[in-house]
């Protein structure tokens, strides 16, 4: 499915090298003033242009095609629309026979019989996030007074009080050698109501994480002290109460309880891979030629595409929080 | 909500100390044998008895309520029902006004204007694992040939490998000191279809971790190599191609490439925190008096309940990955 | 699917000759008053009885499984449930190859490969309604101001104007010929609040026809004045607006404009099939035997099903529109 | 919601004086050849252009957004989009405060709290019905040995077998007039699989109904004999099988029983209300300036829109259909 939410429901659309690509919002109450203007921020930050990013230009301007009239949203659906202008398609033909390590080449071809389009990775591209930073700012409209706080915590081997001195150097050591970094992402997320997550299916955690995962190259996701977590005592995990607020001492639950916000900050922090694509040449299956082979990848691709998603992450975030919002608005009896 | 799946669909209801808990699937195709006796195995794994699990004794033997005829499932709704006979409600009274940390009691008694049932944690309870280990049973009979191994890492700060010289002596005295313990558990399936996954939302990672999150006290997931992965390089995450099959060299990937399996075994790993109810007093908000005051927990509960925690894992994720495989049934044009 | 809705979420499971039916309702809101008794009065409109009307005699008192505690809803999943006492399931064993005109035992025999329960007619039985009642009465709670008249408009050949004189009569005649009888039944739903209805897709007509058709044996529906006002010219059909409330001089739209409700009463009107259980020896194909032979049905069963149907109409509505009012609850900007 | 299907599942926005309209196709399963031929026949049955219809000219070419490369669809979400081109807004300005009745007007600026966008009706006009029409030639393509044969069974109090000789000067008084007419279609679906349905609550007749009154005007749905059949007696409104295909003698169910279709011809019939836009001055209630006021209506709008329903019902019910049949794929065990 490509449809994500039960109230504010987000359907994504497009292709790496098509026509462009897009993001249907369906279920947006009306009278929410949104313009172009609201969007550029969030858009810039998911841009590619620091080192360690890919050459790839596009303006990424959203054009507006359904759902607002006069600067308000209208109650209708939004569909908001990005043109691919700078696509490249001619190094992708041979991917379907001798797919690239890490990519959906292999997995999406023998799900679609073959009919897939594979050109800048389709369906599958990371350019795809665009509609999800797209759908956040939306998103992000509902939750009026939630603010998001997102950070690279680690990229490779290198953690965050390290970048200063080094990142430059590894990023442009990496990108000579051909090859590719992940790292660590962490999210902080500030002023949530208390009683958001609908469990025991749509908890907090499940309805983030579902989300989260979408956003091609995560591999894991941790709330509040998470994996570190597992080592403390339960007298020393449990987070007490220490006001009528309900604010706790410390957080390592992340700010949910029973999959339900306790208005504590949301915290979490997640795994982002090294980009696929590398310049460095890897031996792998040819299957049409039906033995390994060396595969050269050309092409223009992120040294460390992690440095572009904490945006993506904090808007994924804002989507599953203000579906999870609508759906707590209360009835009084 | 109560509910998962949009092919093979399972809702969950019941509480603690109610009448008891259970389960309705719905979409299971007609035509599955399936006794009482499917299930005694897989429940009886999730049964307390061991040291470190708590004293409740529940028969825990599943009543068919509808769906089934003559042993074999009729593609009609099956309702999974489990009495609860071993309830004892005195010691909850005081839990909405005195929340317990690291429990349910406050965001839920905020969220349902103090209307939801607090006994035994009610809805919330680690008792509606029973729900999920039931519907695996039947997921597990549509996944005909995949197998699911899990297996404890990790107890506290011990590791898997420590567990036979030290684990019961650790247990004991953790026990003894009125304290509890976490821990990881990982899962291998293998014998996956190549295919399952609907990306964009609904890729593999994304399925298995919204229900996986929804297992109480579940803080963290990562597939792969996950969070230690972001430290390779690409040329050594990226899991090449060996041979026609697309079996790869490495699994760093965890199974899934673009959110879809590709064959190769599925690999994940949970942080489970530790049992939030511990006999230690704790000094945490009452919300009655208006100030911090010692709280103790009296009852029954596990010292760690991730003990229990791999049947329902496992089946959990059998229950994601039944509802992917009947949405990839291909129809050929 | 077995589940109706978006927040006011009904599942229904069970079958005629199986342990009993009942109902499962996700997203009812904490705090709602809720007692056995609340259920009587709609509960017994449905009962047989009456001239015209099956023998077949059950208690149908619910049974609260969960969601319900001290008298309140919880905001967890209620699960309702009533016991089958009075089966005989003797006559049924041929059904498959010689399958009743009219029923589902063809189609769901062909759809299940043989596998449904065919008992009473199983899962299709018009025993499933009785759910529909139960989660009705708990709709009707949601629409606190809102009230549902329904009318039996037409029997067979008579008008409600002649049912005083002749109904009596012609029930027995038509009985003791061993023949069925069909009808209509009119609904007014008075007031209901003006936004109902989420079109494009979740228009008032759509929602509420599309539960009203899982009734057995519904085979039209139709809004205001229907199918007659077709023959009106639009500036007779046209419903003026008459005063600041929004009321209408007429209401052929049935309460509704562009799929959304507009405040004056709602007004629909179904067709109800003759009961196809009948005693007259039918010629009916036996796919045993592969020729036609003649048929006959004993058992027990209503001459004319219809007499039953207004509180399901009623409450099945009540549940559709319970539904559109949680999710036209607004959020101000 | 603007969302249908479970599997097919279609999405569609857009306003009628707005960039354009169009539909996001998502389910669609890979390597269905797919052409802008493909749509031609099917949109220009829609085009206004004959005697009674509105003098609007748009050239309703769909564009291809995504979803389809090298002429087949790919498993990607489709989208396709329809410019307008022949907007005319002026006249549309005072609708919110003098709303015109039998259209949207007055409840949707209720609703949406005056920030709809009224121009041409905007997400209510009937223009939308163009994506259905889109929708269905994919889901025509699903269902490739079906075929839809619908008919304009009256116009006003014409009868179709009148038509020949006094459609053209019924058409043309009433125009004269500035009145407007409604009618009735049938629609026979020829060729579909047996077991299509899922109840209990999506019958075939649900899912269909459901579908219908989504099209701006229908106010009525009959299955089989529908209204008229509730005069019969059961044993001869019950459909006799005569061979061991399950054809039946007569077909008063429409081709479904219990909710699941039995091979016969799916056959119903739609009551369609005259044009609300009407010449004629209307005395109708001006909210702005608290009195009953005449109201006229300019700008350009067909007579009988009915004229052009035909091919909306047609593909309509095809999408309701190829839902059912991707849903109804069996597995065997």
Do not use: W
């Amino acid at each position: 499915m490509n449809s994500f939410g039960s109230l504010f429901r987000v359907h994504i659309y497009g292709e790496s090298h098509g026509s462009g690509i897009g993001v249907l919002i369906d279920g947006v109450p009306a009278g929410i003033k949104l313009t172009i203007d609201d969007f550029l921020l969030d858009l810039s930050k998911r841009k590619p242009g620091s080192l360690g990013t890919t050459p790839r230009k596009e303006s990424d301007l959203p054009k507006f095609v359904s759902g607002i009239f006069n600067e308000f949203t209208t109650g209708s659906p939004i569909n908001i629309f990005f043109e691919n202008n700078n696509t490249d398609s001619k190094v992708y033909s041979d991917f379907k026979s001798h797919p690239r390590p890490g990519h959906a080449d292999f997995a999406a071809t023998q799900k679609y019989s073959g009919f897939n389009d594979i050109r800048g990775g389709g369906h599958f591209s990371g350019r795809l996030t665009l509609a999800l930073v797209a759908a956040g700012v939306v998103a992000k409209k509902i939750l009026k007074n939630t603010s998001f706080v997102s950070q690279i915590e680690k990229i490779g081997v290198l953690n965050k009080e390290e970048f200063h001195d080094n990142l430059n150097e590894y990023l442009s050591k990496v990108q000579t050698s051909g090859d590719s970094l992940g790292g660590t992402i962490s999210l902080r997320v500030k002023n949530i109501p208390i009683g958001l997550g609908e469990p025991f299916f749509n908890s907090v955690e499940s309805t983030i994480s579902s989300i989260v995962f979408s956003i091609p190259g995560v591999k894991g996701i941790e709330f509040g002290s998470g994996f570190e977590g597992v080592e403390l005592l339960g007298s020393k995990f449990n987070d007490c109460f220490i006001d009528k607020n309900g604010r706790t001492a410390s957080n390592n639950n992340g700010g949910i309880n029973g999959g339900i916000s306790n208005g504590n900050d949301i915290f979490l922090k997640i795994a982002v891979k090294p980009t696929s694509s590398i310049f460095k040449s890897q031996d792998t299956f040819n299957f049409k030629d039906n033995c390994v082979q060396p595969l050269t990848i050309n092409g223009r691709h992120d040294v460390a595409f992690v440095l572009r998603v904490p945006i993506v992450l904090e808007n994924s975030v804002a989507i599953a929080l203000a579906d999870l919002y609508l759906q707590n608005k209360k009835i009084h009896f």
